[in-house]
């Protein structure tokens, strides 16, 4: 029997933001040290962990749904003698915690986002209790520590774009939002920490990195000689590493937009043209309703500011409609401040009370009849940006880092700087390579394009304007 078939399996199922599936990696890794496999499929597991999401009332419903059918598949795999272990883990695990074995008795193991470094001895600890084992703590010492000391990713071959999370938590408590509860405080690593994963990272194939943290942009930490720096700081020192070829990061709020993160975007060529940075609300009075702690006029600076170094920088936000006692007027606002700025994508959301926050209690909730009709219009807006945006790239020569193989290799994609897919006929080109592409076809949520004959590697055309004025011709 091969040792592949000795070792026990785990399946591990992510919800929610990148951070979970950072998290979900990690998990991975530390159950490798115990002995542990990752499969695809429950049936073939030993033991399932969900690794859940909180920030709506659907993403933790889900969690409920997919609990029930592992409890038959326990049932099923006990009546053969067989072991099966359920662990939740992740923001529903922290918000719920001993209520989950309430609503499902089959979970054995609760752990929250912060203390997932433990679960090796959680799972023995569960083997010999009869009761839940939980940990729900927000601990002193930080999971990064075990994290990295456990890292596998020695000789494990990685995605050519990997994420890495260099902050966690939040300290800005927007009323709507269950992340300060659900990750506690802000914590930022030391640089020199993120610097050896990212060399890592980079050493097993990944070409780009995401650097991912709730609140990203206001990262502080340790730098190398026991300064602290920002988030550019440490953006300037990875952009050292020589096969590290693009970095981005992910999720910033507009009030920790500084002038140094900024001028980062003209100064670092590596930092890629694109910035997800989310407004929510387009009114100034929602906007101080969900204490944002900004304007919508702030916002509009700040956009204003990073086209004035980046020319060519895309943007796409997140949007909450029907916050309680938005009117007409407020959302209005809204479609005119994404009129504004012209996005190149966005994510939005039907507002959703969520227990324990502010917002769940206001007054002025809005009927869920409302919140549908005004998310399909501003949803027909934002699509209508992407379309405008991927039409605007037609025809350009854009460097494209290829990340994905159809499973008849015939097809291979990757993305631009501005994080749109491109799909491309595969010759002979390698996952992980960095390609001239020349876009052929827009669609209305990808490109697809042909491999340029020549190599430039830089933007052949690298300003927005140069796109927008050939969508007027
Ligand atoms: N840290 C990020 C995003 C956190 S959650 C930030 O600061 O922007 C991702 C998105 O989910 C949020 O930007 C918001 O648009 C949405 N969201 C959060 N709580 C929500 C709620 N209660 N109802 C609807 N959408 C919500
Ligand atoms: Fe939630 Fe982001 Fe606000 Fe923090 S800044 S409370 S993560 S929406
Ligand atoms: Fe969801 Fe927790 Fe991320 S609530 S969005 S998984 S931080």
Redesign the pocket.
């Known amino acids: 029997m091969s040792k592949t078939a000795l070792k026990k399996k785990i399946f591990i199922k992510t919800y929610g933001?990148q951070m979970n599936v950072y998290d979900s990696d990690r998990i991975a890794d530390l159950m490798a040290s115990s002995g542990y496999i990752r499969t695809h499929t429950p049936e073939l597991a030993d033991m399932v962990v969900l690794n859940t999401c909180h920030?709506?009332e659907k993403a933790s419903e889900k969690v409920y749904s997919e609990l029930g059918r592992l409890a038959q598949l326990k049932e099923h795999k006990r009546s053969k003698g067989k072991e099966f272990i359920v662990a939740l883990a992740g923001c529903v695990a922290q918000a719920e915690g001993e209520e989950v074995r309430r609503r499902s008795p089959c979970v054995d193991i609760v752990v929250g986002p912060q203390t997932y470094h433990r679960l090796p001895e959680m799972v023995v600890q569960s083997s010999t209790a009869n009761s839940l084992v939980l940990d729900t703590e927000f601990p002193i010492i930080s999971k990064f520590d075990s994290i990295n000391t456990k890292l596998s990713s020695a000789g494990d071959v990685c995605s050519t774009s990997a994420f890495l999370t260099v902050q966690e938590g939040?300290n800005?408590f927007?009323s709507?939002?269950?992340?300060p509860y659900t990750r506690g405080a802000e914590y930022s690593r030391s640089v020199g920490e993120i610097f050896s994963e990212a060399e890592k990272l980079v050493a097993n194939g990944a070409k780009e990195i995401i650097l991912l943290g709730?609140?990203v942009n206001a990262y502080h930490g340790i730098g190398i000689d026991g300064v602290e720096v920002g988030l550019e700081g440490l953006i300037q020192y990875l952009s050292e590493i020589k096969d590290l070829l693009r970095i981005r990061y992910t999720?910033s709020?507009p009030k920790d937009m500084t002038d140094s993160l900024i001028q980062a975007h003209r100064d670092i060529p590596k930092l890629m043209p694109f910035l997800h940075l989310?407004v929510?609300s387009g009114s100034d009075e929602i906007l101080a309703a969900m204490n944002r702690q900004h304007t919508a006029s702030y916002y509009m600076k700040i956009i204003e500011k990073l086209r004035n170094v980046r020319e060519d920088i895309a943007f796409s936000s997140?949007?909450?409609v029907g916050y309680p006692g938005e009117t007409d007027a407020d959302f209005k606002s809204t479609l005119e401040l994404i009129k504004s700025v012209e996005f190149a994508q966005s994510?939005s959301?039907?507002?959703?009370a969520?227990p324990g926050?502010p917002?769940a209690d206001l007054k002025g909730q809005i009927p869920e009849e409302l919140k549908k009709e005004r998310l399909s219009e501003l949803q027909g807006l934002l699509d209508k940006q992407q379309r405008a945006f991927n039409l605007s790239c037609l025809n350009l020569e854009l460097p494209v880092l290829l990340e994905r193989e159809d499973k008849d290799k015939q097809k291979i994609s990757g993305r631009t700087p501005y994080m749109q897919w491109v799909n491309i006929q595969k010759n002979q080109e390698c996952i992980g390579e960095l390609s001239n592409v020349i876009i052929t076809q827009d669609y209305a949520k990808s490109l697809s394009g042909k491999v340029s004959c020549h190599s430039k590697s830089e933007l052949a055309i690298s300003s927005i304007e140069d796109r927008i004025q050939r969508v007027n011709i």
Do not use: L, M
């Open positions: 933001c920030i709506r939040c800005r927007c709507f939002c269950v992340v709730q609140n999720t709020h989310p929510q997140d949007f909450i994510y959301f039907k507002f959703s969520r926050t917002a």
